[in-house]
T-cell receptor
Framework: DVKVTQSSRYLVKRTGEKVFLECVQD?????MFWYRQDPGLGLRLIYF???????EKGDIPEGYSVSREKKERFSLILESASTNQTSMYLC???????????FGSGTRLTVV | GENVEQHPSTLSVQEGDSAVIKCTYS??????FPWYKQELGKGPQLIID?????GEKKDQRIAVTLNKTAKHFSLHITETQPEDSAVYFC??????????FGTGTSLTVIP
């Protein structure tokens, strides 16, 4: 089975800190995605990548950046964390061609 | 871009009864529709999907139907069990790579 591993399950950070969320997949997938999940809003796409060193903005990229230096790793960066970025962050990977995604277990980030 | 609406937001059923979750999409170019189940403390997991050239697909107790003309698709769970309790998300995709998700349905199966 494809495994998507997010480095932290729970994270508490202070306002203004730079925050790194790491995601690693073990099935050589080209496509990787970062979503945030909020009650009543579902899953909203932050950034995605179809290849190493490639990145595309999703629907809510403001306040975030990403890095994909290796195919298996996709990092989400909060440049200066704010309280409105308190959320569940989900990483996903896939091969496209209408085969669905595999999600990680999520990182619940609290910014205080 | 694509807009996916999902209803209801919460659903409670008695064990053994059926549950139906409905989604509509806005872009007629969407051609792939996966459904995800998210259990407490876990990431969403793909449970069934349907492509636009198919009207219905079944997998044991779950089925998905698609009406392209009306631009809606539904998830049907029969003979519900307590372990079906979870949040369910529908999604739509045009490219097969990027998905647009509904807002989720919290299903509770009452023993």
């Amino acid at each position: 089975d494809v495994k998507v591993t997010q480095s932290s399950r729970y994270l508490v950070k202070r306002t203004g800190e730079k925050v790194f969320l790491e995601c690693v997949q073990d099935m050589d997938h080209e496509n990787m995605f970062w979503y945030r999940q909020d009650p009543g809003l579902g899953l909203r796409l932050i950034y995605f990548s179809y290849d190493v060193k490639m990145k595309e903005k999703g629907d809510i990229p403001e306040g975030y950046s990403v890095s994909r230096e290796k195919k298996e790793r996709f990092s989400l960066i909060l440049e200066s964390a704010s309280t409105n970025q308190t959320s569940m962050y989900l990483c996903a990977s896939g091969i496209g061609s209408r085969n669905g995604y595999t999600f990680g277990s999520g990182t619940r980030l609290t910014v205080v | 871009g694509e807009n996916v609406e999902q209803h209801p937001s919460t659903l409670s059923v008695q064990e053994g009864d059926s549950a139906v979750i409905k989604c509509t999409y806005s872009d007629s170019a969407s051609n792939y529709f996966p459904w995800y189940k998210q259990e407490l403390g876990k990431g969403p997991q793909l449970i069934i999907d349907i492509r636009s050239n198919v009207g219905e697909k079944k997998d044991q107790r779950i089925a998905v139907t698609l009406n392209k003309t009306a631009k809606h698709f539904s998830l049907h769970i029969t003979e519900t069990q307590p372990e079906d309790s979870a949040v369910y998300f529908c999604a739509a995709s045009i490219t097969g790579n990027q998905f647009y998700f509904g807002t989720g349905t919290s299903l509770t199966v009452i023993p």
